[in-house]
């Protein structure tokens, strides 16, 4: 990631909070203790946060004490409820937090629970932004995170030297929500390209071609891609979520976007596996089509 001249405050270093060691939490938190700046961690799981403590982080026992100890506050929750809910409660972040200090909310959020949480920060003197992830673990855990940000630039720019530890890249989308828009566009994206590529392979297997085989082939054509070398190694974990966040963006403007991909692609993942996908790259057949499954 490209650095940038910034400071958090007046010559002050930053300190940083995050909430939440699940998959993507916990990478960002064990590299920002690593780096120069003062880390503490909260989650649920007290064995989570006994392992971040011997990685070098600071476990904090409640929300309203991270806030009170971080200029800059990552959250990084499973869902748009637990999002408002550790943002938001009357123990939660913003009742502890600074003013002046930063909220990046780095949960997959609808856009009105991020102004939402935005609203009640400007109460506070807090700013808000959201910092939505993508490159999924395997990019959380080499510190490679794309990080698509929205909110004003400034205060992106204010916290960037924290995101250098455990991001790879850095991009500004626009006002507060583009950078959960901008995730939701990569999330169809994704989704779409493992289902076409499920089915593609399937097919050709069907009519006694080997999925290896072509997946080798496809590589060397145009139609190569990442999902297409990597896709046994990903998880399809969040399917349901991502794309029923894309259906619910969709009606917020009249008149509402259509998603005819997105639907196909999610009556197809409801069939894709981590097993299934192991078993088609070994050219094992199904025993029934997956579209009747």
Not at 65 to 84: E, H, M, N, Q, Y
């Amino acid at each position: 990631m490209r650095s940038e001249e910034t400071s958090m405050t007046e010559g002050a270093r930053p300190s940083v909070g995050v909430v939440g060691l699940g998959a993507m939490g916990r990478p960002a938190a064990e590299f920002l203790a690593a780096s120069e700046f003062d880390t503490f961690a909260f989650d649920l799981d007290a064995a989570a946060l006994d392992a971040i403590g011997q990685k070098g982080a600071t476990p904090v026992p409640s929300l309203k004490d991270l806030a009170g100890k971080s200029t800059v506050i990552f959250v990084f929750v499973p869902s748009d409820d637990d999002v408002r809910t550790v943002c938001l409660g009357d123990d939660g972040l913003l009742a502890g937090a600074q003013p002046g200090s930063v909220l990046a909310i780095c949960s997959s959020a609808l856009p009105e629970t991020c102004a939402a949480i935005a609203a009640a920060g400007a109460e506070r003197g807090v700013d808000v932004l959201d910092a939505a992830l993508t490159g999924g673990v395997r990019g959380a855990e080499a510190g490679e995170i794309n990080l698509l940000v929205g909110g004003e630039e400034q205060v992106l720019d204010r916290i960037r030297p924290v995101l250098e530890p455990w991001c790879g890249s850095v991009h500004h989308m626009g006002a507060l929500g583009t950078g959960q828009v901008g995730k939701t566009v990569n999330n169809l994206v994704h989704w779409a390209q493992i289902s076409a590529i499920n089915e593609a392979l399937r097919f050709g297997q069907r009519l006694g071609v080997a999925p290896a085989k072509l997946r080798e082939a496809l590589k060397d054509g145009p139609t190569d891609s990442r999902t297409l070398r990597e896709i046994e190694q990903m998880r399809f974990t969040w399917h349901k979520k991502d794309l029923a966040n894309a259906f619910a963006m969709a009606q917020t403007v009249e008149p509402p976007i259509e998603l005819p991909v997105a639907a196909t692609a999610r009556e197809a993942m409801l069939s894709i596996t981590v097993d299934s996908v192991a078993a088609l790259l070994a050219d094992k057949q199904p025993d029934t089509d997956p579209a009747q499954a």
